[in-house]
């Protein structure tokens, strides 16, 4: 059994910041590549930002220079620091991981998602 949990999400300003958590746990072997996905209303789901286990990271276009994606390997955690926020941001952010369950279970590699937290930028 595995759980991502996502946190810090909510209300800001044009301008603002927030920092979402995510908290991976369960029965894990290992974590390959941790990620952020946001959904806007009546849109796909997209890729914000992604960091491999290594560290190398890879942003939209459309968050460059504003957000910066982090992980804590030694607590299955991985961070978005999202500065200068704009209202094309408001979105559902979900939280996504490939990894490889633990050896007792098999050890198979899968993907998998967090719950969401929303994020809205209004004044």
């Known amino acids: 059994q595995v759980q991502l949990v996502e946190s810090g999400g909510g209300l800001v300003q044009p301008g603002g910041s927030l920092r979402l958590s995510c908290v991976a746990s369960?029965?894990?072997?290992?974590?390959?590549?941790m990620g952020w996905y946001r959904q806007a209303p009546g849109k796909q789901r997209e890729l914000v930002a992604a960091i491999t286990g290594g560290g190398s990271t890879d942003y939209a276009d459309s968050v460059k220079g504003r957000f910066a994606i982090s992980r804590d390997n030694a607590k299955n955690t991985v961070y978005l620091q999202m500065n200068s926020l704009k209202p094309e941001d408001t979105a559902v952010y979900y939280c996504?991981?490939?990894?490889?369950?633990?050896?007792?279970?098999?050890?198979?590699?899968?993907?998998?998602w967090g719950q969401g937290t929303q994020v809205t930028v209004s004044s």
């Open positions: 996504n991981a490939d990894l490889r369950v633990s050896l007792t279970l098999g050890g198979r590699r899968g993907n998998y």
């Open positions: 369960g029965s894990i072997f290992t974590i390959y590549t």
